[in-house]
C-alpha cells in the first residue's frame, strides 16, 4: 500500500542554494554580457530612412466609351500592385540616376544598380489604410536618405505620368463644356448620370 503526498515546494532550500552557489552565477552573468556587448559592438551600424506616401486609387476606368467604378473588393489587389510597382524596374531605373547610385555603387550598368539599391528597400502599408512607408536601411545613413527620398520621388512622377494619360483618355470620350451630364454604366449593369465635373473629380490622386 503506498500513499501519495504531495510536498510544498522549498522555496527556503532554493534560496540557500542561489545563496551558497551566487558566486559562481555572477561570475557566468559578467561572462555572458561582456559577450554579448563585444558581439554587439562589432555588428555593423544600420541606418533606416522611411518616407511617406498617402494613395488614392482611381474611383474609374474608362472601357468602351463608359467610365466604370471600381469595386470595393478590388481595392487590395490595387494596393497590392502599387506595392509591386514601387520596387518595380521602371520606377528603381529612375531612382538609380537621381541618387547617383552608379557612382556609388561603382558599377556602369544601371540595372546592376537598380537591382542592388532593392536589396536596401522595403514597402511597408500601414494595414487597413492608403499610407504607404518606402523604407531603406543600409550600414551609411546618407544612403539610406537619399535612397528612400529617390524612390519615393521616382513613384510620384510616374504615378502622375501614368494619370495624366489615363485622365487624357478618359477625358478624350468626355462631351466638353457643352453637354456637362456623362451617362455612365456601374459593374451591374445600372445606367447613372454624373456631371462632367464630378466625373473629372473621381479621377485618382497621390500625395
Do not use: C, H
Amino acid at each position: 500500500y503506498y500513499e501519495s503526498t504531495e510536498r510544498p515546494f522549498d522555496y527556503r532550500y532554493l534560496f540557500l542554494l542561489v545563496k551558497r552557489n551566487s558566486n559562481m552565477i555572477i561570475t557566468f552573468l559578467i561572462i555572458g554580457i561582456t559577450l554579448a556587448a563585444v558581439y554587439i559592438s562589432r555588428l555593423p551600424d544600420r541606418y533606416e530612412a522611411s518616407a511617406q506616401i498617402l494613395l488614392e486609387r482611381p474611383n474609374w476606368t474608362p472601357e468602351a466609351g463608359v467610365a466604370v467604378p471600381i469595386p470595393d473588393i478590388w481595392a487590395d489587389d490595387y494596393y497590392n500592385t502599387q506595392n509591386e510597382i514601387m520596387l518595380g524596374a521602371t520606377v528603381l531605373r529612375e531612382a538609380v540616376g537621381e541618387a547617383k547610385l552608379l557612382d556609388y555603387f561603382q558599377v556602369e550598368d544601371v540595372e546592376e544598380a537598380a537591382s542592388r539599391a532593392k536589396g536596401f528597400l522595403q514597402v511597408k502599408r500601414i494595414r487597413d489604410s492608403r499610407l504607404f512607408n518606402i523604407v531603406a536601411t543600409s550600414p551609411d545613413s546618407q544612403f539610406s536618405t537619399a535612397l528612400a527620398n529617390a524612390v519615393t520621388r521616382a513613384y510620384i512622377r510616374k504615378n502622375f505620368e501614368d494619370q495624366l494619360y489615363f485622365s487624357k483618355e478618359l477625358l478624350g470620350w468626355v462631351p466638353e463644356e457643352g453637354s456637362q451630364i456623362v451617362t455612365v454604366e456601374d459593374p451591374f449593369g445600372k445606367i447613372r448620370q454624373i456631371s462632367r465635373d464630378e466625373l473629372i473629380d473621381s479621377l485618382p490622386s497621390i500625395r
